[in-house]
């Protein structure tokens, strides 16, 4: 599937500017409109019609960040059926069993992509061959075969899930996850990239929401300032809870990032004080205006909500700079592979580890933590919980062997407390 790049895909020759450009840019690509749609445009900038439509038609369904995943995961077929026959390209109502064994090669052949990575992808893919075959654009190219009628993509009873091209089982692996420590080095190495102290202090109370409550980072971009509570109504809640009258918490709706709609977070006391602290003295050096209504984070070059890039942005540097400051132990995790992810996944574990030490069941647990971070997908908690009592074997281990040396430690130091002993009775006798 190597792209010639002497030739269009139709077999044009290329003009002499056209022929040095790199062969990305003969290939279908997304246009982001400003009202968030997207659009799917081939290699001579036409818009792909059923491939738009049918991203049109999903976008009412999902979220922004799974409506843009999809996106991207269609581009990718597209793309390798642009390639197909040295750069001919395969139009997708030409699409067939045989050709989904090729799909099949190139990702996990040529590619070295994940079973998993590749499952996703098709799904999709079978979603949008499913829409054009029931949307008519495209006749016998999608279904289950029987006697009247045939597909060229045959479909199994039970799903596509179960077509021989779906083969394999994804073997779940415990990843990596960085420590506490890691997210500090990574924090201090960001502190160093800010100038101003305002602009320090907005990126310091992004990271400790992100690492406190486990929120994705465009839930915690979103947050409202008339969600949060006023200074004198936190220092209240602060009195009833240090009398044992209310807990640490205050539930608290936001925005969920996907599959819309909103959701409820436990945002701790000392938090709440740090978030107001920064809407009263810090917020009003960014926007002009009160200080009631609209976004906690904004730009301050056009007053409106900060998108969660700026902070992927800001920690992808933070995080290369502390791996150029810090060496590495063997097994340790490389500290520039660190994203502003990773705080929801190492807060989630940790939540789950919690509960499992207090003595509670993997499935009381589970359920639980669920609720708090909104989770709707068992598959995805039973990682997390995997993670969590494998942390939990490591701890109990590293513990028996710290207990280990110090019953060791104490046995030694009572046989040498009786011989100072034995040795002050000799002597004083």
């Given at each position: 599937m190597n792209i010639r790049s002497s030739i269009h895909g139709d077999g044009r020759p290329k003009a002499k500017a056209d022929a040095a450009l790199p062969p990305l840019y003969d290939l279908p690509q997304l246009l982001r409109h400003?009202?968030?749609?997207?659009?799917?445009?081939?290699?001579w900038g036409f818009v792909m019609r059923p491939q738009t439509i049918?991203?049109?038609?999903?976008?009412?369904?999902?979220?922004?960040?799974?409506?843009?995943?999809?996106?991207?995961?269609?581009?990718?077929?597209?793309?390798?059926?642009?390639?197909?026959?040295?750069?001919?390209?395969?139009?997708?109502?030409?699409?067939?069993?045989?050709?989904?064994?090729?799909?099949?090669?190139?990702?996990?052949?040529?590619?070295?992509?994940?079973l998993a990575h590749f499952k996703r992808t098709m799904s999709v893919g079978a979603r949008f061959w499913k829409f054009c075959e029931e949307e008519k654009w495209a006749k016998g190219l999608y279904g289950s075969n029987h006697k009247n009628r045939k597909y060229q993509i045959n479909v199994p009873e039970e799903g596509f899930m179960h077509h021989p091209v779906m083969a394999g089982k994804v073997i779940w692996r415990v990843p990596r996850l960085p420590t506490h420590r890691d997210f500090e080095l990574i924090e201090a190495a960001g502190m160093t990239l800010i100038k101003t102290p305002s602009l320090k202090r907005r990126f310091r109370l992004f990271c400790l929401i992100l690492k406190t409550l486990a929120l994705r980072r465009s839930e915690a971009a979103r947050l409202n300032i008339a969600s949060i509570p006023t200074k004198s109504q936190i220092?209240?809640?602060?009195?009833?809870?240090?009398a044992g009258k209310k807990p640490w918490t205050v539930s608290i709706k936001i925005l969920r990032s996907k599959r819309g709609g909103i959701r409820v977070a436990e945002f701790p006391i000392p938090l709440l004080e740090e978030i107001?602290?920064?809407?009263?003295?810090?917020?009003?050096?960014?926007?002009k205006g009160s200080s009631k209504h609209g976004p906690i984070f904004v730009s301050r070059k056009t007053g409106k909500q900060l998108g969660d890039q700026w902070v992927t942005n800001l920690f992808k540097r933070a995080a290369r700079k502390a791996a150029a400051m810090h060496a590495r132990e063997h097994g340790e995790m490389n500290l520039s592979e660190v994203r502003p992810h990773h705080y929801r996944h190492r807060g989630i574990t940790d939540l789950i580890r919690g509960y499992l030490e207090a003595g509670k069941d993997s499935t009381e647990a589970i359920l639980i933590v669920?609720?708090?971070?909104?989770?709707?997908?068992?598959?995805?908690?039973?990682?997390?919980?995997?993670?969590a009592e494998a942390e939990t074997e490591d701890r109990t281990r590293a513990d028996k062997e710290v207990a280990e040396k110090r019953a060791k430690k104490v046995t030694l130091d009572l046989v040498r407390i009786r011989e100072a002993l034995g040795t002050r009775r000799r002597y004083s006798k």
């Open positions: 400003s009202d968030g749609r997207i659009s799917m445009i081939d290699r049918f991203l049109e038609r999903i976008r009412g369904y999902y979220a922004t960040a799974t409506y843009r995943s999809y996106a991207r995961l269609l581009l990718d077929i597209e793309r390798v059926t642009a390639c197909y026959g040295g750069g001919i390209g395969l139009p997708y109502f030409k699409l067939s069993d045989a050709f989904l064994d090729v799909l099949r090669e190139e990702y996990i052949q040529e590619r070295e992509t994940g220092a209240r809640l602060r009195a009833q809870a240090e107001r602290d920064y809407i009263d003295r810090d917020r009003p050096k960014d926007v669920m609720q708090l971070v909104g989770l709707r997908s068992l598959d995805v908690i039973i990682g997390y919980l995997h993670l």
